[in-house]
């Protein structure tokens, strides 16, 4: 029976590493909004396991221990100091065991949203009450005006598909928060300070960029769209916008 | 309150240090606060039904007067109803009763706190009738709160009174229960209510002097041309955030371990039963709690813009809270097992608890991950998070409480039909509105969004939150009715009809008078609060 167990672990982590490798292969970057929909899953069934546990005990003791009469009482086990010990060690190792697997899950997930791909394109980011400015590599700047007239309300966040954007972000008053939902990425703006998150547009996509720190009356209207365009086009938009902005 | 006085005596009432009227005027202040800051969150709820300007002309003035509703709810929800409904309500006039104490140790130190309380009520009141009311979030962050033209000092002055109130609060109850215990009640014989209510005033002491001293460097900032948060003039913008979550995240468990207190004593009532592994849910839970509460306020902070390391230590420090909660809701649940289980009203409100409590603290889980958080962080999934552990299941638990001890308050029964309807309204209701916030939540919903014109797709369930937030509403009218009349009209209680073996319901009559107890308390060695078999 051990070693049977033993030999199936041993094709288990055999199996499972191999299409680890195989899945790191396919692409050399690691996408974070992919590895947060990996560990979203694992999390989830972590919770619904807890959950069902605690909620399926709960449930049937509160059914099958009903008082049977006005004055029964309850007959509750008197625990031993080694029973008691073990009811404090057990459960303790078995929820340190679920927060290291978390935590070591957490942690290399985390390793790839902080860690930028060298080929990225950086975009420099300035969050103000209430709007958001993008400046490319070569100067050319781009916004969003929400209240302006359809067609000058301008692009927003214009990038690529194929290359990782990492976005240098400050502002100019109070706190912002840059995230878009569609890349699961998020960080604040504050002013002073510079930080970076970057994600990686994949396929043609049209998202937003909310404001989603406290920033005052228009904080709900702080949001610019996000496209990501053929490399083609893309490099187009980019001069078109650069000779905008020479007539401004 | 007893039906000979029908004539109250304001005189007797305001310049008492009896701690179970003091405990009263807790309940009135917060409940009251309760009220308020409820109308905000149906306001709110009305605002975000629809896409636009729901509940004004124009989106600057939605906007402007959503964000004091929000400023409101949030404040006076935490720090007036929560904080001071568990520690300054409950704890005021059960805790002196269940170990057997006449009252406390410094009754005028006492009267002073619930007068501190009221007039930082009133202070945050004053907030709606001033023309620049304050608009900074519970939070006050700045620069935002030193650049508002809100007014920023009557946060600050509330947060100064109310947390004066709970540090004296806090001395007198940890000198109470440390001299003032009945003979012969050793340390284990406590009710596991006055222990989450020791650890809490412990967690008060030591953080909320940080959270005072937090928001009087920003008056000085705003009023006085200081520059601690400037970085423009050499400050540092997240010291405030540091300073305010070294307070602010131990205060939920100011708020979770007194809330978690009640149920013990609720469902060991109800179940007939001795609290399932009590040292350890002492030692191990309760005291677990303190010690990691001061290492995890970086979690608040994980999209802030912190360095990477804290990031991952204090991810590990946050998922290692679920040990000593978890000993904790083992004993909670354990004691449900062999009981002899009934379900009167308070029962109802502490099963409820069980529930709110799992979806509450599971949906904690994914957030203290770091790299989850960075979706995650700033959305309705994590407003609804702690609505659940926090907002609601510590309401729930008070609610549990006042009707638990309605009987020893009043001397008489509330009303059970009127109390089940207004439990079922509030308990659907919850859930109505804070479900679908999960789930818009993850797909991408921001927090503190009056308008969500990017996200459309999201106004039915927005819609679907309005609904249950009116049935909350009539649940709760309900709930406070049932109170009011009960006290009045509602049939004379025993002294015990709960078949309770603690010392407030054995040893006494309803409601106590001065002094507490007829003849003095005197325990022996092996009795227990939780003994039901002898």
Known sequence: MKKMLAALTGIALVVSSAIVMASETTDTIKDPAVVWEHLWTEVLIDLYIMGGIFGALAIYWLFKYRAKSPDAVGEGPTLTRAQRWSWAIVPCVLFLADDLYLGAMGWSAWNVYRTVPENAMEVKVTGSMWNWEFEYEDGTTSTYDVDGDEGEKGDGLVVPVGTPVVLRMTSTDVLHSFGITKYRVKEDVMPGRITYIWFYPKEEAESFVTCVEFCGANHARMYAPVKAIPQEQYDKWLVKRAKEEAEE | ?534
């Open chain 2, 1 to 534: 309150m007893s039906a000979q006085s029908e004539k109250i005596n304001w005189y007797e009432w305001i310049f008492t240090t009896d701690h179970k009227r003091i405990g009263v005027m807790y309940l009135i202040g917060s409940i009251a606060a309760f009220g308020v800051a409820g109308i905000m969150a149906i306001l709110i709820r009305i605002e975000q039904s629809s896409l636009g300007p729901t509940l004004a002309a124009d989106g600057l003035t939605a906007g402007q007067q959503y964000n004091q509703w929000l400023y409101f709810h949030g404040a006076a929800m935490i720090l007036a109803f929560l904080i001071p409904g568990l520690t300054g309500f409950a704890a005021n006039y059960f805790l002196p009763l269940m170990i057997g104490a006449a009252d406390v140790a410094f009754p005028r130190i006492n009267a002073l706190s619930v007068w501190l309380f009221w007039c930082g009520i009133i202070v945050a009141l004053l907030g709606f009738v001033i023309p620049d009311g304050p608009d900074i979030m519970w939070t006050g962050y700045p620069p935002y709160s030193i650049l508002s033209g809100g007014n920023t000092a009557f946060y600050v002055f509330t947060v100064h009174l109310l947390g004066f109130a709970s540090i004296l609060g806090a001395v007198n109850f940890l000198v109470t229960v440390i001299y003032m215990r009945a003979p012969g009640m050793g340390w284990n014989q406590l009710n596991l209510f006055v222990w989450s209510t020791v650890t809490a005033f412990v967690i008060q002491l030591v953080f909320v002097p940080v959270l005072a001293a937090a928001v009087t460097m920003l008056l000085f900032d705003k009023y006085l041309g200081t520059h601690f948060f400037d970085p423009s003039a050499g400050g540092d913008v997240l010291l405030y955030q540091n300073l305010f979550w070294f307070y602010s995240h131990p205060a939920v468990y100011v708020i979770l371990l007194p809330a978690l207190g009640i149920l013990y004593e609720v469902v060991a009532t109800f179940s007939k039963n001795k609290v399932f592994n009590y040292k350890v849910c002492v030692y191990g839970g309760m005291w677990g709690v303190v010690l990691i509460s001061g290492e995890v306020w970086v979690h608040h902070l994980y999209v802030s813009g912190m360095p990477n390391w804290i990031r991952i230590g204090q991810m590990i420090s946050t998922l290692l809270i679920s040990l000593p909660v978890g000993l904790l809701a083992i004993s909670l649940f354990g004691t449900l097992y062999k009981g002899a289980i009934t379900f009167e009203l308070p029962m109802k409100y502490a099963v409820s608890c069980l529930f709110l409590f799992l979806v509450g603290g599971l949906t904690g889980i994914p957030l203290a991950i770091t790299a989850l958080d960075l979706h995650l962080s700033e959305t309705s999934f994590i407003h609804a998070h702690f609505h659940y552990i926090m907002g609601i299941f510590a309401t729930f638990s008070v609610f549990a409480a006042v009707y638990y001890w309605f009987p020893k308050m009043t001397g008489k029964m509330y009303d059970d039909k009127w109390g089940t309807i207004g439990f079922w309204l509030n308990f659907v209701g919850v859930n109505v509105t804070f479900l679908p916030l999960f789930k818009i939540g993850v797909e991408g919903m921001p927090r503190r969004y009056w308008n969500y014109e990017m996200y459309p797709q999201f106004e039915t369930w927005h819609f679907v939150a309005m609904l249950g937030a009116i049935l909350v509403a009539a649940g709760m009218i309900i709930t406070v009715l049932n109170w009011i009349m009960s006290a009045y009209k509602g049939e004379p209680a025993s002294d015990n009809p709960w078949n309770s073996k603690s010392l407030e319901w054995t040893h006494t009559v309803s409601p106590p008078g001065p002094g507490n107890f007829l003849k003095d308390v005197v325990v022996d060695k092996d009795w227990t609060p939780y003994d039901y078999r002898k």
